[in-house]
């Protein structure tokens, strides 16, 4: 059974950076996908970064790249999103989730993936 914990979120100011984990167990960590996921409330997720365990191919949404940062440590079966110049508008509760496959082309759509974690609070104040 694939199972996903994120964990890292919490409170800071804008300008200020946090690094979220997601810890997976279930499956055989360099045959998968996993993606970043962020809500705000009265918003739709959000699908903002991605890596393939397998080849090590990333994506970033638009509205991250330059700021976010995805990486994995495959000994830990564990990816990471360093998340720096936070702002505001960053604040939702973020996701991971994975899928069976390597490649990112279709990172931000959630049905693209199979499996989900709980989430992460993340806040960002002015």
């Known amino acids: 059974e694939v199972h996903l914990v994120e964990s890292g979120g919490g409170s800071v100011q804008a300008g200020g950076s946090l690094r979220l984990s997601c810890a997976a167990s279930?499956?055989?960590?360099?045959?998968?996908?996993v993606g970043w996921f962020r809500q705000a409330p009265g918003k739709e997720r959000e699908g903002i970064s991605c890596i393939s365990t397998g080849d090590d191919s990333t994506a970033y949404a638009d509205s991250v790249k330059d700021r976010f940062a995805i990486s994995k440590d495959n000994a830990k079966d564990t990816v990471y999103l360093q998340m720096n110049r936070l702002e505001p508008e960053d604040t939702a509760t973020y996701y991971c989730a994975s899928t069976y496959g390597v490649g990112c082309a279709f990172y931000s759509t959630p049905s693209y993936y199979t499996d989900w974690g709980r989430g992460t609070q993340v806040t960002v104040s002015s």
């Open positions: 279930g499956f055989t960590f360099d045959e998968y996908t």
